[in-house]
T-cell receptor
Framework: SQQGEEDPQALSIQEGENATMNCSYK?????LQWYRQNSGRGLVHLIL?????REKHSGRLRVTLDTSKKSSSLLITASRAADTASYFC???????????FGRGTSLIVHP | KAGVTQTPRYLIKTRGQQVTLSCSPI?????VSWYQQTPGQGLQFLFEYFSETQRNKGNFPGRFSGRQFSNSRSEMNVSTLELGDSALYLCASSLTGTGVYEQYFGPGTRLTVT
């Protein structure tokens, strides 16, 4: 199973701004998930997007998937200090349903 | 519904010792996976158990082992601890056995090997 690569590695913004992070991968996928991790604690599932889907929303979160570019993006609108966390993409591909996690994007939202 | 629980939350062990970590999945979830998270390697998959059987295994040495009980609770064991085993160990449970594998993570066990 392949690993996604998040970009940027770190992102620092002001409260109220939008935050965009990307995940690129190399070969076709079954689905892609985004998770959030607060300061060395467990991961929280945010959104799952299947390979035949292009966009999904959940509250202030918007995830897009471009299979032709082999990339996904996570947009957090009107960010809050509480959004400060690391964000990971997790990819399931091939015959494996076990997702492989990328190295993550560290987001800091300044109040 | 109670979330995934892991015990203990923090652990300090000495090189050469062994350690057992415990994970209780969300009620009704039959799949439990274990991950090791370190700053250098990120999140790495250890193994997955489903209905008391190890169904998938990551690329870790045999010192890392696990098991699952009939109530879906799982334990992982690391024998002959090395300094490099210091990490956050995360357990995750999933309702479905295959297909769309959405995982719910516990808070982790922080293991420090001295």
């Amino acid at each position: 199973s392949q690993q996604g690569e998040e970009d940027p590695q770190a992102l620092s913004i002001q409260e109220g701004e939008n935050a965009t992070m990307n995940c690129s991968y190399k070969t076709s996928i079954n689905n892609l998930q985004w998770y959030r991790q607060n300061s060395g604690r467990g991961l929280v599932h945010l959104i799952l997007i299947r390979s035949n889907e292009r966009e999904k929303h959940s509250g202030r979160l918007r995830v897009t998937l471009d299979t032709s570019k082999k990339s996904s993006s996570l947009l957090i609108t009107a960010s809050r200090a509480a959004d400060t966390a690391s964000y990971f993409c997790a990819i399931s591909s091939g015959g494996s349903y076990i997702p492989t996690f990328g190295r993550g994007t560290s987001l800091i939202v300044h109040p | 519904k109670a979330g995934v629980t892991q015990t203990p939350r923090y652990l300090i062990k000495t090189r050469g010792q062994q350690v057992t970590l415990s994970c209780s999945p969300i009620s009704g979830h039959r799949s439990v996976s274990w991950y090791q998270q370190t700053p250098g390697q990120g999140l790495q998959f250890l193994f997955e158990y489903f209905s008391e059987t190890q169904r998938n295994k990551g690329n870790f040495p045999g010192r890392f082992s696990g098991r699952q009980f009939s109530n879906s609770r799982s334990e992982m064991n690391v024998s002959t601890l090395e300094l490099g085993d210091s990490a956050l160990y995360l357990c995750a449970s999933s309702l479905t056995g295959t297909g769309v594998y959405e995982q719910y993570f516990g808070p982790g066990t922080r293991l420090t090997v001295t």
